[in-house]
């Protein structure tokens, strides 16, 4: 598909390019949607939870920021979830020294046409891999914050759109990491999702090893869905039901993080909107057409963690963050939903 291409959606969640049309129902997008899941799964062992968040942040149409350790597999889920999509990627390696114009290209001066020209850069892809986004400097961090939110980037003044689909999957090591940046919450705020993959159990550490260690599964992975497909699946997400009641529930979480005397800085009402496109999302992927209390708390600590700033000694780490949130939805009233969801 050419970069420059935009792919339509239509209300009944069809993606047009050009002459070409996907259609996807309900039972039929959770079906993609586990393919896609179970592939990225050939790569990934025992890490299920982190597998289905990076796969529901896609379909959510937001960006992804993975943070752990080193060594844990979070370039692999990046580059496990690009290759499942037959789409253009592309991987940035974020070092100290990088600059904003080899994020998103610069204008060029064209001898022969005695003109300048622009060449972009490796953002104009579908999925952009960027590892060790905490590594560079805020200069460079920012460069990302247009194409992030807007999905365009502009150069000397003129503007050009990026593709769709557009996922940015970020990786950082843990700040107390030497030789990092933290990022900013403005940058913080772009990413729908952020995740931690963990280490994996016995048993799939022991599997892991013996098919890594004969053949790296990403070189024989194969492509199970289109850019088509991804951009019908975001469309069919964004058409699972929620009721007022739960769009109610979520409002109500937010206040509660906002009035919680130890939160210097609560949700704000785009991570409100973040936390129901990741519901409907996550419903989707569990089978559902409409959004259950189950989906806003099984999201709500990879959407709002990232987000909250907490008050002096209590903000240190991430334990105290999941305490906070924990004890919110423990007290944020569940609403009784009927029994149909039309």
């Not at 259609?23 to 289905?52: M, P, Y």
């Not at 699946?233 to 009035?259: C, D, F, G």
Request: charged share 20%; proline share 7%.
């Amino acid at each position: 598909m050419d970069l420059g291409t935009r792919v339509g959606v239509d209300p009944d969640g069809a993606a047009t390019v050009g002459e070409h049309q996907v259609l996807l129902d309900a039972s039929g997008a959770t079906r993609l949607f586990g393919r896609i899941v179970e592939n990225v799964a050939k790569v990934l062992q025992g890490n299920q939870e982190a597998i289905r968040l990076s796969v529901t942040c896609l379909v959510a149409g937001g960006h992804l920021l993975v943070e752990d350790v080193p060594g844990v597999g979070k370039t692999s889920l990046g580059k496990a979830l690009s290759a499942s999509v037959s789409c253009r990627h592309r991987r940035i390696q974020f070092t100290s020294d990088l600059l904003p114009s080899d994020v998103t290209g610069a204008c060029v001066f064209d001898v022969a046409k005695t003109s300048f020209e622009f060449r972009p850069g490796p953002i104009f892809a579908n999925i952009v891999l960027g590892d060790e986004i905490n590594r560079t400097p805020p200069k460079t961090q920012s460069a990302l914050l247009e194409s992030m939110e807007e999905r365009q980037v502009t150069v000397d003044g003129n503007t050009y759109k990026l593709p769709d689909p557009f996922m940015v999957i970020a990786t950082q090591n843990p700040i107390e990491h030497e030789g990092t940046f933290p990022l900013p919450l403005s940058q913080l705020d772009r990413f729908l999702l952020r995740i931690q993959i963990g280490y994996p159990d016995v048993e799939s550490e022991a599997e892991m090893l013996e098919k890594h260690g004969v053949r790296e599964p990403l070189e024989t992975l194969q492509p199970v869905a289109t850019p088509e497909d991804v951009i019908a699946l975001a469309a069919r997400a964004r058409r699972v039901h929620i009721s007022p009641l739960m769009q109610r529930y979520i409002v109500q979480i937010a206040n509660a993080t906002r009035v919680h005397p130890a939160v210097a800085l609560g949700m704000s009402p785009r991570a409100a909107l973040a936390l129901q496109r990741a519901a409907r999302a996550w419903a989707l992927l569990e089978g559902r057409e409409f959004v259950a209390p189950d989906d806003v708390k099984a999201m709500a600590p990879s959407v709002i963690g990232h987000r909250l700033r907490l008050r002096g000694a209590a903000g240190l780490g991430r334990s105290p963050v999941r305490a906070v949130l924990d004890e919110v939805l423990g007290q944020v009233p569940v609403p009784d939903l009927p029994i149909s969801h039309s």
